[in-house]
């Protein structure tokens, strides 16, 4: 029987020492695992797991500019993924059905002994698609969470701003306008996008173009031919209430 | 009256005019069948022209009610004033002694317009006062009632931010992570592994109690925010340079526990740990006219390269403890700098 050439793994963590670590527990755990590569952020991870198609990836689950998930997207299939992580990772959860092979930082040197074993034994076979395990984790770390802030535009500067402070958003032509007590700002998110990432029970559309935050509204007021204006408590501004989406004011 | 006293409607008593109308119409039919058998006497017709005045005020404040709409109470008085001396003028020709020539002798016209005006008068801006008053006080009810929810909401906002807090206190990532890194160091370097150690003993040992008490210090603040930075900087493998600031002076200002530190780990995460030439973070603190001011600068990448939004707590909930504690005297700041990197700045007001 011909030997096997040499295993090839790249190791993809954004911390120095424990990927000097890892580095080093795999030298004493598996010999002949022939370290390709190390990578830093998700970015760098890609183009050494395209480039250098190793047989084996020890992926960080957080980490800059890529997640460790979306990277094993990538790679799902054509290659075996371990993965590396802190404790808290709610995306462990997905994995704990042992399809997906992880260990916990800081790593202990019997867990991944074992990891190492599976690892020769699946080596001989096909890495295994892991899409569906790695969906079930993206949606467990990345629950949808409502906008809490938004990076806005004012003059040169950037600027974060919680959404809390925002008065209202108004459509203009090119930008939404982001009205707080301190000024206007501006996003490039239009207001469609923007309703649905917003906490609907405080952000009312009340116009085509215009969302309110109803904590900042002092009055709503009617006049004699059916239009109504919302008035804010910090800010002179009227914002006219169209007729469709006046309903939920009078259900009050 | 307006739409912001809900429940409270002052001029309900005029809520009829249309009956009012109906009654204007039997009385004018009663009076003329008064005048076919007894003639045109004089209280008879004293009699329609005091109704006429009353009928005319309460008309002008039916007009304000069908209108439903915000309106000042001196208005709504000279509204009444106005309306019942124009019907106490319309009800002069049915005077019994009346000639056109009359109209322009001050003395008569004065005389046969203070009964019905008086009474007009009498009849509805008593009542109206009163209504006033009880209008005012049901408004100053409802402005208490709306600020005793805006307190609670508040104070459970506060009870939130600081569960959230609490539970993001030493987040265990950070923990476990500067484990891994220890357990590098003890193989590799013991002495600096030693100083790890040193540094996540004092940063657990200052954390802990952080949130018993509302208000902690700034030099306390900065300590803890100094062992999270030598600890970061250990791990991020000197990529990570820091320098606090505060001036001696301003050591023992009371500042609220953990903003600093979130503001830090912003830092560290969104500016300085995505950048491959790593940074360097500034703390500062400095007393302004409107309060103490304490800065956490970094020369990262900048606000334009992470995402342009996002559902992150640790900001929103520094903001909502600030507006919490302090209402809208503290404030927060985050914003690019022109020569990169962000600024983050908390101003809160002074303590005296």
Redesign the interface.
Known sequence: MAAMPAPTAVLIE?????R??LR?MLATLWPELHVVAEA??GASGLRALTELRPQVAFIDI?L??MSGLDLAAHVSGRCHVVFVT????AAVRAFDEGAVDYV????AMPRLAKAVERLKLRLHGAPADLSPWLSRAAAASDAP???????TG?G?????V????VLYFQSDAKYTRVVT?EGESH???PLKELLA?LDAEQFWQIHRGCIVNIAHI???????MGRMDVLLKAHPQRLPVSQAFQGRFKAM | MTPDTPGFDPLSDYADGRRMLWWTLVAAALAGTAWAWTGWTGALSLTVRLWLAYSGGHMALWAFHRRGRALSWPRLVAAVIGATLMASFAGLPLAPDFVVDRLSALSWLVRRIALPLGFGLGMHLPALVLRVREWRQHRQRIAMAQAEATRSALQRQVAQAELRTLQAQVEPHFLYNTLAAVQSLVRRDAARADEMLDHLHEHLRQSLPAMRSEQSTLAREAQLARSYLSIMSIRMDDRLAFRIDVPDELAHEPFPPMMLSTLVENAIRHGIEPSARGGTVTIAAQQLPQGLAVSVIDDGVGLGASTTSGGGLGLSNVRERLRALFGEHASLRVESRETGGVQACIVVPAAH
């Open positions: 954004d911390e120095p020492l424990p000097a670590e080093q830093v952020d957080r800059p500019t802190a404790f808290d990772d916990l930082k800081p790593i969470s409502p906008l809490r802030w938004l990076q004012h040169q500067q950037l600027r974060l919680t959404v809390t402070d007590q996003i490039r998110m990432r002092a009055s709503v007021s009617r006049d004699i």
